[in-house]
């Protein structure tokens, strides 16, 4: 009978020690995967531009949206810059992204730009900004799933030009160096808009073109005057020119001068510093010479 007892034993624990293994990989199977963020689509339609956030599987367990003063990484603790005079933060919880680009540029009336933050415990916040705050509603759609905001745009824009680098004239020496692109803006205050649209930077279909913002490390503008014809622009962010022929004065002096009313643009640094403070003249800090 002895020789028979292990044997038994033996059977015994298999069988227990094959269900626990058996459930992780049950539940693994029941268990829904997360939405994944497949892409990001804006687009204008009349009244309102519209926001599509597309997901692979399930739509997003909760969607908040809010205007907000400013957009924070969770994962790192420091701002997300985003250009824009409002911002509306869009989150999505329980979800992932396999999307492209952190940060893109749209020419439309209300939506200027949308910055990613970094992906944390399973959220998704994005930082959208705009012209102007405006009234916004948000609905989900289904096959395939989708979240859409749109922003109303209950205000008027003309068209003004934006001046970037071209990559492929600079480089081979043809001059201009700079090409102009349109961009909507709110008036009365055109200069200050288009100002404000040179630092959000080109679009993708822009930048496939060669075109790209030279910003000198200037973060914005803190204000802009304009008297007796002389735009006055005081840049925020620790100015350098590193030693470039090229600089953000370069795009900032035609974007400017497009306007009937500027003749002469004097750029200052963020201590309040320009080498040509006085008189008819064009003027930059010592920081972005050569």
């Known amino acids: 009978m002895l020789p028979?007892?292990?044997?038994?034993?033996?059977?015994?624990?298999?069988?227990?020690?094959?269900?626990p293994l058996a459930l992780p990989a049950q539940a693994a199977r029941l268990a829904p995967m997360p939405p994944t963020l497949t892409g990001v689509r804006v687009a204008h339609h009349p009244g309102f531009d519209r926001l599509v956030f597309e997901f692979r599987g399930r739509l997003p367990h909760t969607v908040q949206t809010r205007y907000v003063n400013r957009i924070v990484d969770q994962a790192t603790g420091r701002t997300v810059s985003v250009v824009g005079d409002a911002?509306?933060?869009?989150?999505f919880e329980e979800a992932s992204t396999a999307t492209g680009p952190s940060r893109t540029t749209y020419p439309l009336p209300g939506v200027i730009q949308i910055a990613a933050?970094?992906?944390?415990?399973?959220?998704?916040?994005?930082?959208?900004g705009l012209a102007r705050q405006a009234p916004y509603r948000v609905y989900k759609l289904t096959r395939p799933s989708r979240v859409v905001v749109d922003i109303t745009t209950p205000y008027r824009t003309v068209p003004v030009r934006d001046y970037f680098l071209n990559t492929a004239s600079y480089n081979t020496g043809r001059t201009p160096y700079t090409t102009a692109v349109q961009r909507p803006v709110i008036p009365p205050a055109t200069a200050c808009?288009?100002?404000?649209r040179l630092f959000a930077g080109p679009t993708q279909a822009e930048k496939a073109q060669?075109?790209?913002?030279?910003?000198?490390?200037?973060?914005?503008?803190?204000?802009?005057?304009?008297?007796?014809?002389?735009?006055?622009?005081?840049?925020?962010?620790r100015l350098s020119g590193?030693?470039?022929?090229?600089?953000?004065?370069?795009?900032?002096?035609?974007?400017?001068?497009?306007?009937?009313?500027?003749?002469?643009?004097?750029?200052?640094?963020?201590?309040?510093?320009?080498?040509?403070?006085?008189?008819?003249?064009?003027?930059?800090?010592?920081?972005?010479?050569?």
């Open 4 to 19: 028979i007892r292990p044997l038994i034993i033996g059977a015994t624990m298999t069988a227990a020690v094959a269900v």
């Open 87 to 91: 911002l509306l933060r869009v989150r």
């Open 117 to 128: 933050a970094t992906p944390y415990n399973s959220e998704l916040t994005y930082g959208v």
């Open 193 to 196: 808009g288009a100002l404000q």
């Open 210 to 237: 060669g075109l790209r913002f030279v910003s000198s490390r200037a973060t914005g503008f803190s204000k802009l005057t304009v008297k007796r014809g002389v735009a006055r622009v005081y840049l925020t962010g």
């Open 242 to 290: 590193a030693g470039s022929t090229f600089t953000i004065a370069d795009e900032i002096k035609p974007t400017l001068k497009q306007f009937p009313s500027i003749k002469w643009v004097k750029i200052y640094d963020a201590r309040g510093h320009t080498q040509q403070p006085y008189g008819p003249s064009d003027s930059v800090p010592r920081s972005l010479e050569p």
